[in-house]
């Protein structure tokens, strides 16, 4: 199978485009390449695949030089119909091409394909045969499971075609208990707009100061999830208490799918499960929106280990019904593979030194307030 490459350059065709196409993912719409663009000095290349004359796969590929080399990554992608294997193929050799005739050290793919459902070993757990096939067509290919796992590899989804009443159901028992327990307590949701954005950035600014992790300034964020909410593409919601902002979560939307990226909350009133409310709305609003999958955005690499990085957040998620879906993750494509090693052996050193710098800014910030 042979297909033609072919590069978009319009915002509305791109997305429309994309829309339609299995495994569709936020991450590869244009809004998502401009805000690479605008915030982190990557460069985005839309290009369509074509097959007797239709667009029959799609890549969103960031690029970033170094010096005359470059890095690559398609994140969340390429989109394609991964159960044909001709079509799959014949994408990947087009976008080993690609790499090589840029001077890529290394081509990062990582599409949405399931390799699996449930926690290995729990009941109803089942390996996915696709996803099987594809990991050892990659490794046979020469790609490489990546050190850096850019984006979460596995997640917890939520199909949204059930009843409300149905989806309150598959509750487990106490996270439906305190849904209504904050509801029983006042604790209120109304959507966020754009003049929220202070707000927003500062119970996420005080959520990561207490849970650890990195942020990025205000403006990196005004364009994160700015652009997206004016496409019509993200949604904030916010819950109160007594009319203070105690807790929200932003909600990405695109092509019959929703996912909760970002969530902050206030280390006050944290008793009157904010959080919980939060995430019950956000579900309900995907479903009114015509969503057809909630997907909670990261789960545990290794469900056994109780210190995996994600085991508690996953243990909050996982109370809300949904089903496990374990991903195939990132994968590279070394064309330059002496390169590529030296990057992949210095990068990690380099990345642990601008997280403790990170933390510092953060720590300095939060004794400042």
């Known amino acids: 199978m042979i297909v033609l490459p072919s590069t978009i350059t319009d915002r509305a065709t791109w997305n429309a485009t994309l829309a339609q196409m299995p495994y569709a993912h936020i991450l590869q719409t244009w809004e998502w390449g401009d805000f690479k663009t605008v915030t982190t000095g990557w460069t985005a290349e839309r290009i369509a695949y074509l097959h007797q004359g239709g667009v029959v796969a799609m890549a969103q590929i960031l690029t970033r030089q170094i010096g005359p080399l470059s890095i690559m990554y398609v994140p969340k992608g390429p989109a394609l119909d991964y159960t044909n294997q001709p079509l799959r193929a014949a994408v990947l050799d087009a976008l080993k091409r690609h790499a090589n005739r840029n001077n890529a050290i290394f081509l990062k793919i990582d599409p949405d394909v399931v390799t699996g459902i449930g926690i290995p070993g729990a009941p109803g757990a089942f390996d996915d045969p696709t996803g099987q096939q594809i990991i050892e067509e990659w490794k046979a290919a020469g790609l490489r499971f990546s050190y850096d796992q850019v984006q979460f590899r596995n997640s917890v989804v939520i199909d949204l075609r059930h009843s409300e009443d149905e989806l309150l159901t598959a509750m487990k028992q106490k996270t439906r208990y305190n849904v209504r327990l904050a509801e029983k307590r006042n ?45 019509g593409m993200a949604q904030p919601l916010i819950a109160e208490y007594k009319d203070e902002a105690i807790a929200h979560v932003m909600i990405f939307g695109f092509a019959k799918r929703a996912w909760y990226i970002y969530g902050a909350s206030a280390d006050e009133e944290r008793k009157h499960m904010p959080t919980y409310l939060l995430q019950w709305e956000a579900i309900r609003w995907a479903k009114a929106q015509g969503m057809a999958v909630y997907d909670f955005w990261g789960a545990p690499d290794d469900f056994s280990n109780p210190n995996d990085p994600m085991a508690g957040v996953f243990r909050f998620k996982d109370g809300f019904g949904g089903i496990v879906a374990r991903r195939i993750g990132a994968w590279d494509y070394a064309a330059k593979p002496q390169l590529y090693s030296l990057y992949t052996r210095v990068m990690p050193a380099v990345l642990n030194v601008m997280r403790g710098f990170g933390r510092r800014r953060m720590q300095q910030e939060g004794q400042s307030d």
């Open 187 to 231: 604790v209120t949701v109304r959507p966020g707009t754009l003049d929220d954005f202070d707000l927003l950035y500062r119970l996420y600014a005080e959520t990561a100061r207490r849970d650890g992790f990195v942020i990025r300034p205000l403006d990196y964020y005004r364009q994160a999830w700015g652009s997206f909410m004016q496409a």
